[in-house]
């Protein structure tokens, strides 16, 4: 398993072209910030290719002669303990690229709202002292932004558990149009909360649809007080349909609150994984919160 903060890292690398194209109206501080931290989000991608470049034929003859092996794989796995591998020349790029990203951040977060909004993002990267130091250094513009905002509201606010009432929260449909809450009360929920590719194969974003279609749908048939609510964290609905569309979930009328980046969805429900999952009861109460999707848990709920 990767490292908590390279993780973190990598789930702003999946942002970083969006933010800059999402963004209106930004101070010259902040450009100046988005495209240092794009350069260097370029050369982390440049790197991966790298990280998972072909051995050279040669190599894997000579490595074969030399290891006796039978596979590719035998071969791969050996050559990244060797220190001239290009895994491990790969590692540590990412370790430098790492490094240089969270010193960027450092360097502009007290006068930049978008270097702010990335220290929210991996907030759980941070321990609560330093985020309060964090918010002491802000200058008084950028204290009064969203992203100062959020951070205060995550040192303050108590996540919701198991046997809390669940919290109904503004979102919007497809179409634009508020979700109506009041038309599903009385029946039991399951919300994910993003992190489609997540939850199967990331070479095919239909995993999760798939598994839905052909292993829940039958089993909910004619129960009436089910309903499954994908939700996606977007800042636009172009985005929000394009997303919908790639994993398939526009049959099941996804729901976004539009914050992007900055909601405060992960801080009430203490999302610390993608995807987690809400299991609500027909009396509104939680069930179960859960890091990560398992069929079980689902199952089980539905019995």
Known sequence: MKKLLIILTAVLVC????????KKNQSKTDKEYEQKKAALYEEFKENGKWHNAVIPP?????????????????????????????????D??????????????????A?????????YRIKKGHTKDSLEKI???LSPKIRKSKAAQRIKEYLTEESLKAGDKFQEFTCYTL?????????????????????????????NPLAFKNYYKNEIEKKIKGLGDFVFIPY???????????????????????????????????I?????????????????????ITEGFEPKDLEEFLK
């Open 111 to 119: 006068v930049s709202e978008s270097a702010l909004e990335d220290v």
């Open 175 to 203: 179409d634009g149009k508020k979700f109506n809450w009041k038309s599903i009360r009385g029946k039991r929920l399951f919300i994910i909360l993003d992190g489609y590719d997540c939850m199967g194969s990331h070479m």
């Open 92 to 109: 540590n790029n990412r370790k430098r690229i790492n490094n240089d990203i969270n010193s960027l951040r450092k360097d502009y977060y």
């Open 135 to 137: 918010l002491a250094n």
């Open 58 to 90: 040669d190599r894997i003859r000579a490595m074969k002669i030399k290891k006796q092996i039978d596979s590719l794989t035998k071969v791969r796995d050996s050559l990244m303990h060797y220190t001239d591998s290009l895994i491990a020349i790969s």
């Open 232 to 266: 996606f964290s977007e800042d636009s609905f172009e985005k929000f349909k394009k997303d919908a569309d790639y994993y398939g979930m526009t049959e099941y009328n996804p729901v976004s609150d539009m914050e992007g980046n900055l909601t405060n969805i992960d």
């Open 15 to 22: 942002h970083s072209l969006q933010a800059q194209n999402n």
């Open 268 to 288: 009430i429900y203490n999302v610390k994984a993608t995807p987690t999952c809400l299991y609500v009861n027909a009396d509104g109460t939680i069930k179960a």
